[in-house]
């Protein structure tokens, strides 16, 4: 683990133990084992269910590849209001159009506030049935409602996705308060980018065999070395790509003269 | 569907159906169905699988939940190359350590660059094994490489789930292109919002009131009505909540004095 994994890890374990995973009223235990699955990828364990259809079983112990320890810890309650009665902020999962409006975040917007408030207090998060969602009333109990953004024609968003999906945008909110603006290219690079100057003096290296090859005239040379220029620029090279290259263009130039 | 829904489905339609999905070497059909359906949920359609273990077979079809269209149209084929040959950016979803270090996204970063090309170009983002993800050799074959994050001590993320973050990152980029910056509170409110003055209207008339019921003492008022001015102006009240509110008031207030 590198140490930026550490602080992750130990950053996500203060955020993230404070943040529960309810589940009303599930029909298929194989979605639980799912659910706790997804959970524990992304680092999160307090799940409680409320009121499920059938209880924990072997098909939900399969589905759960090896997340029993969240299974084993879930509580069962009755009621929605004995799930959240400890939590200071209650987020419900919820489709978009309700006849009186919620305050209505998307996922990235539900994470943002569940760690702000993780921090010191707990947070539950609250995913319907499989077939309905949750209900107006237990809508109603919440302070906020989170949305996933669907195809309109076809929004059959599983309930195991829709927790994988929720507790995604969780880690990446964790990740992002230990590293706040991850690079594209060069992350963790296993050696140091080659300097203007040396992919310069790689660029001329190359026009010269490209003039000794007779590739290039260097009377009319046209924009193909600005081509080239560009490709390799671009590609941010680091100092060993740069030294393989000028030696296969030195053992090339050799070869010619020989 | 509303006009901003509308937009959303036009966009995501020019933007995604240049999204190729790749899945090599898959084990088990049911998780071509879930990835079928996690595709479809977020406006995905191209499919195309690598050498699968086992043909699409009715477990599959169980677990498209109706996204069998996406199954009936999915091409099969005996390598990566084919399955990538049109694309012009090719990006492998792996686990973080490689001897070789890569181009390294991460899924909101993949989703930006796959609509930046996807708007001219094919596009395929590749999915490796249930159990051993890609080789080395085929995550060569890519321009960058795509890892979610995940908890270090467990990070057996299901092929479909992976799949539903990567496919859903890419619908969240789809809609922040209709809609940079939502608002947290107040998105398609049906009222409009209290202005400022109404706002103080009210807490003047919940003062008075209040002293009338003999619950404040005006000689002594000490903090309780900056209390309750805080809580009222942090919900961002609409106008007809505060039409109802001062209802309530005024009805105290007659059945007080009568």
Request: charge should be negative; hydrophobic fraction near 40%.
């Amino acid at each position: 683990m590198t140490e930026q994994d550490k602080e992750i890890t130990a950053l996500s374990f203060d955020l993230l133990s404070n943040v529960r995973v309810v589940m009303v009223n599930t029909t298929l235990p194989g979605n639980i084992g799912s659910a706790a699955r997804a959970m524990k990828t992304m680092g999160l364990s307090d799940l409680v269910l409320v009121d499920p259809k059938k209880p924990i079983n072997d098909e939900a112990v399969a589905r759960s590849s090896g997340a029993t320890d969240i299974l084993e810890a879930a509580r069962q309650v009755a009621t929605l209001d004995e799930a959240v009665e400890d939590c200071s902020l209650v987020i419900g999962t919820s489709a978009r159009s309700r006849s009186i409006p919620w305050p209505l975040l998307n996922p990235r917007q539900c994470a943002e506030r569940t760690i702000l408030t993780s921090k010191r207090q707990k947070v539950a998060i609250v995913f319907g049935r499989e077939d309905r969602g949750l209900t107006n009333e237990e809508l109603a109990k919440c302070q906020a409602h989170v949305h996933i953004p669907t195809n309109p024609d076809y929004s059959s968003l599983n309930i195991a996705s829709a927790i994988q999906v929720i507790c995604y945008e969780l880690r990446m909110a964790v990740e992002s308060e230990v590293n706040p603006s991850p690079e594209f290219w060069g992350v963790d690079w296993d050696k140091e980018l080659a300097s203007a100057q040396e992919i310069d003096g790689f660029i001329n290296h190359l026009e010269t065999v490209m003039v000794e090859s007779e590739f290039l005239d260097p009377e009319n040379p046209r924009y193909v070395m600005t081509r080239l220029r560009r490709l390799f620029n671009r590609s941010l090279p680091d100092k060993v790509e740069i030294n393989v290259l000028r030696g296969i263009l030195s053992s090339i130039s050799r070869k010619m003269k020989s």
